[in-house]
């Protein structure tokens, strides 16, 4: 028994394809870890020699990446120069080490250090690049997925997953709406069954007064005609919406115009359009993060010019940008009476992240941890950001399409939480956990492009209000598989304390009660003196970076 690898507990319809007994990992300290090394059809994964045994089928990550996240596999012998490995490579020598550079910065390391290992080892590379070059982010996923989950302890709801709202169902939709105290807003089903937009979500949060046979004629003048919808009502009485860009071809005539009108405006005062211009486009932030990820390889820039080459790579100047834009939108909320229409040509990345980056600064709801966890869901799973495409996780996306926008998103969320620890409910922990599940294929919250594609992986099944834990007994998602927020498929208790921050964030962890809202306390209460004080300290720090 001494000679064999602790059990691997796999996901459901995940089968092993090739295994490596007596395998080493590298550790970034210079040693090595003896244990098991396997190829699955999901995941390319490392049993510890002395790991105990586990209930869950989720391994850590320093163990285990998924196939879609390997962005390169290289193979190395002593006999000969490094091959990188692909689905169509003819593995010429018995390889002494495997290299997997992966998506999320990860370089994980794997050698062979005894001869009678050169069979396995020849097999497991070869079946890693076949299987990485086979292994579909979104076809595979439902397969042979029954919709179970391993048992789970009772004090999932600890982490506040409970509370987290899924913004698939109507009473979702309207719950928030009562929060956000909107009152001349209402839950529009026009979009229902996805005939008017297909990227956009079920329901649309629109002017009460805002007829959805006036609010039909609108969609065709929006590119995917994504029409504007509220995003956020500031309590002073300023409204935040989003929309894609005028199309091209559209002429409204002058009923549009009015139905355009009674929408953006409504009575609340005048319509400020912010376009993010001097943001940093799709292209540029790929760029960025290309170069941000070179820089992360051993041995990429000496010590005494790494910040310089950071620098270099212009990722924190897109994170200033970001948050410089997102304090301007919210001085603009909190100054005055108004509705401020963020625009973008598709309404799909930036509007994600820079809605989401004002609601950070201005409604302290967001920032406790049921509260960020529903802003995600509203605004990037909801909202139809382009997950699969946008993290490079497709096989048969294009290389264009790959830009990081969320990861750009959770690095700015990180800056906030580093100068203002006291006003969030959570942790560095949980947003570098949060951006590790982002390259997972094991949770459905990442692995669709809007929510029709979701109700396209498999029949449609109504959804709960909001997110209950496993032995709440609900019903199997989209893809049979869970959603992110289970945190407790992945990490222990111990791990999941230290997402919390107990002495942040203005109020409790668990989302206020719809029938009794609770009045916002603490540094970032959103009156409008207390907002402007704020954002008048983030703009000097920002000012200073720059500087």
């Not at 794997?110 to 990485?132: C, D, K, S, T």
């Not at 009473?171 to 001349?184: F, T, Y």
């Not at 959103?526 to 907002?531: C, E, R, T, Y």
Request: charged share 20%; glycine share 8%.
């Amino acid at each position: 028994m001494s000679g064999r690898r602790p059990a691997f507990l796999g996901l459901p319809g995940e089968r092993v394809l090739e295994e490596a007994a007596g395998a080493r990992q590298r550790c970034g300290s210079g040693g090595s870890v003896p244990g098991t090394l396997l190829c699955t059809n999901r995941r390319v994964a490392f049993v510890p020699a002395q790991a105990p045994g586990s209930s869950r089928p989720f391994l850590p990550s320093e163990h285990e990446v998924a196939l879609p996240c390997i962005r390169k596999l290289v193979a190395a012998s002593s006999f000969t120069k490094p091959k990188v490995l692909t689905g169509a490579s003819t593995l010429k020598f018995i390889p002494e080490e495997l290299s997997l550079f992966c998506r999320d910065f990860r370089l994980l390391r794997f050698y062979f250090h005894e001869n009678g290992l050169a069979p396995q080892a020849f097999r497991v590379a070869n079946a890693i690049a076949q299987a990485r070059e086979a292994a579909a982010w979104l076809g595979d996923a439902g397969e042979g997925c029954d919709g179970a989950r391993p048992e789970e302890e009772e004090e999932e709801e600890e982490d506040g997953s409970s509370a987290t709202l899924l913004f698939e169902s109507l009473r979702d939709w309207e719950k928030e709406l009562k929060r956000l105290g909107a009152a001349g807003w209402r839950v529009s089903a026009v979009n229902e069954r996805f005939d008017m937009a297909p990227s956009l979500p079920r329901y649309l949060w629109v002017p009460s007064g805002l007829l959805d046979h006036d609010l039909k004629r609108l969609f065709a003048h929006f590119e995917e005609r994504r029409v504007p919808r509220l995003c956020w009502h500031h309590p002073g009485g300023s409204d935040l919406l989003r929309a894609a860009g005028f199309h091209a071809g559209s002429e409204p005539g002058s009923e549009d115009a009015r139905c355009l009108e009674a929408l953006l405006l409504g009575g609340r005062g005048p319509c400020v359009l912010v376009r993010p211009g001097e943001l940093p486009g799709p292209a540029d932030i790929q760029l960025a993060h290309l170069k941000l990820r070179a820089l992360c390889l051993p041995g990429a820039a000496a010590e005494g010019k790494w910040l310089s080459a950071l620098e270099g790579t212009r990722w924190l100047d897109h994170v200033r940008s970001c948050l410089r834009k997102a304090v301007e939108v919210a001085s603009l909320l909190a100054g005055r009476r108004c509705s401020v229409l963020l625009q973008e040509p598709s309404d799909r990345d930036l509007n994600c992240l820079l809605a989401s980056l004002v609601q950070l600064l201005g409604d302290p709801h967001s920032r406790t941890l049921p509260g960020f966890q529903s802003l995600l869901q509203r605004e990037w799973v909801a909202a139809g950001h382009p997950f699969p495409q946008r993290l490079g996780l497709l096989r048969c996306d294009s290389p264009w399409e790959e830009a990081p926008v969320f990861p750009l998103f959770l690095d700015c969320t990180w800056q906030l939480v580093r100068q203002f620890p006291a006003a969030f409910g959570f942790t560095e922990a949980y947003l570098l956990a949060l951006h590790d599940s982002s390259f997972t294929p094991y949770f459905s919250t990442f692995l669709f492009s809007c929510q029709r594609q979701r109700g396209h992986g498999s029949p449609h099944q109504p959804r709960s209000q909001s997110y209950r834990p496993v032995s709440g007994g609900r019903g199997p998602s989209a893809a049979a598989l869970p959603e992110v927020w289970e945190w407790g498929l992945r990490y222990s208790q111990q791990q999941r304390e230290r997402f919390r921050n107990p002495a942040g964030a203005a109020g409790p962890l668990g989302a206020p009660s719809a029938a009794e809202p609770q009045p916002s306390r603490g540094r970032f209460a959103p009156s409008p003196a207390g907002l402007a004080e704020e954002l008048l300290l983030l703009q000097d720090r920002l000012s200073a970076l720059t500087a």
